[in-house]
Nanobody
Framework: QVQLVESGGGLVQAGGSLRLSCAAS?????MGWFRQVPGKEREFIAA????????YYADSMKGRFTISRDNAKNIMYLQMNRLKPEDTAVYYC?????????????????WGQGTQVTVSS
């Protein structure tokens, strides 16, 4: 069983930046970031393969968000720049037992508890 713990969320003004971290208790393979607002489905943000060589982004996040990982530390990151009020959500990290980065929530085996990101206008 792998446990995931997100950190780095908080309140930021529009145009600002935040870096989220996801610490894993054990070895993980493909990993991803998602976000969710009340009343809506969980939304894919970005995914990264087990070796970090392959990354995928939702079209609306490209150019502003960057996913990365440090396998020596078992930590995944999400650098978020030029934040907008519509980025306000609970952000979740996820991991799967396969090496490939995927965009679908149902293909992930482990989830963190989420961290709140609030962007003020």
């Amino acid at each position: 069983q792998v446990q995931l713990v997100e950190s780095g969320g908080g309140l930021v003004q529009a145009g600002g930046s935040l870096r989220l971290s996801c610490a894993a208790s054990g070895r993980t393979y493909g990993m991803g970031w998602f976000r969710q607002v009340p009343g809506k489905e969980r939304e894919f943000i970005a995914a990264i393969s087990s070796n970090g060589y392959s990354t995928y982004y939702a079209d609306s996040m490209k150019g502003r968000f960057t996913i990365s990982r440090d396998n020596a530390k078992n930590i995944m990151y999400l650098q978020m720049n030029r934040l907008k009020p519509e980025d306000t959500a609970v952000y979740y990290c996820a991991a799967r037992r396969g090496p490939v980065a995927v965009t679908t929530t149902t293909l992930y085996d482990y989830w963190g508890q989420g961290t709140q990101v609030t962007v003020s206008s």
